[in-house]
């Protein structure tokens, strides 16, 4: 096979510090802490992640709140074992981290490169407004066997397109990481604010077989 684990899922983001550091986990003697990372977009709205970042890479690094950063990683799935909230958490995983001392949204500050397997049949549908949209959630090889299972959505003829793939697909993507908050009902009636993590589509490819084989 031609993937490359460390190749296959790719992100870079620039950004500014919003929350504080909070403890996750520790693996190993490595311990690992989670914060938000405020990127904004060109239309004045802005992308609030979640990075998870190893207390090794913090050394000479300023992670206070209201502080720039440039992460580069990979954008990870988790299986959420509280059962509050969604059930997939979705993390910008830092490799690499560093302060910067400007943001220039004209830049590419929110880029995502991702190479996966179709894991689930393409939903396509059309907005009240007649805009296409295809909801893709890709499976994406990491390091020992496991795998990430990505959201991703594309838009109009790339829409299109998606809504032709089929399970087992291998697909290469393009395109930014986003946040978005929606509305979930519970059981009890109430409506509670969530937050949505996906992969919003630039562009995208269908891998043929014949580039699979090494």
Same mark, same amino acid.
């Given at each position: 096979?031609?993937?490359? %684990?460390?190749?296959? +899922?790719?992100?870079?983001?620039?950004?500014?510090? &919003? /929350? %504080?550091?909070?403890?996750?986990? #520790?693996?190993?003697?490595?311990?690992?802490?989670?914060? =938000?990372?405020?990127? *904004?977009?060109?239309s004045?709205?802005? @992308?609030?992640?979640?990075?998870?970042?190893?207390?090794?890479?913090?050394? +000479?690094?300023?992670?206070?709140?209201?502080?720039?950063? #440039?992460?580069?990683?990979?954008?990870?799935? !988790?299986?959420?074992?509280?059962? &509050?909230? +969604?059930?997939?958490?979705? /993390?910008?995983?830092?490799?690499?981290? =560093?302060?910067?001392?400007?943001?220039?949204?004209?830049?590419?500050?929110n880029?995502?490169?991702?190479?996966?397997?179709?894991?689930?049949?393409?939903? !396509?549908r059309?907005? *009240?407004?007649?805009? #296409?949209?295809? @909801?893709?959630?890709?499976?994406?090889?990491?390091?020992?066997?496991?795998?990430d299972?990505? %959201?991703?959505?594309?838009?109009g003829? +790339?829409?299109?397109?998606?809504?032709?793939f089929?399970?087992?697909?291998?697909?290469?993507?393009?395109?930014?990481?986003?946040?978005? @908050? !929606?509305?979930? =009902?519970?059981? @009890?009636?109430?409506? #509670?604010i969530?937050?949505? !993590?996906?992969?919003?589509?630039? =562009?995208?490819?269908?891998?043929?077989?014949?580039?699979?084989?090494?």
């Amino acid at each position: 096979m031609s993937q490359n %684990p460390l190749e296959n +899922n790719r992100v870079y983001l620039c950004g500014k510090v &919003v /929350t %504080p550091l909070n403890f996750s986990h #520790e693996s190993f003697g490595e311990k690992f802490f989670t914060f =938000k990372l405020e990127v *904004p977009r060109l239309s004045q709205q802005k @992308d609030i992640l979640i990075v998870t970042v190893s207390n090794r890479l913090l050394i +000479n690094v300023n992670l206070e709140e209201g502080s720039l950063a #440039e992460v580069l990683g990979q954008f990870r799935s !988790y299986n959420n074992p509280s059962n &509050v909230g +969604n059930r997939l958490i979705l /993390t910008v995983f830092a490799r690499d981290i =560093k302060n910067v001392e400007s943001i220039d949204p004209s830049k590419n500050i929110n880029e995502i490169f991702l190479n996966g397997y179709v894991c689930k049949k393409p939903q !396509y549908r059309t907005t *009240p407004l007649g805009r #296409e949209i295809t @909801d893709i959630l890709l499976a994406v090889n990491r390091l020992y066997g496991k795998s990430d299972y990505i %959201p991703c959505i594309a838009w109009g003829r +790339n829409a299109r397109f998606a809504s032709t793939f089929q399970i087992g697909d291998n697909i290469k993507i393009w395109g930014r990481v986003q946040s978005r @908050d !929606y509305q979930k =009902k519970l059981e @009890d009636g109430r409506v #509670e604010i969530r937050t949505a !993590y996906e992969v919003s589509i630039f =562009k995208l490819e269908r891998v043929e077989k014949s580039e699979n084989v090494s």
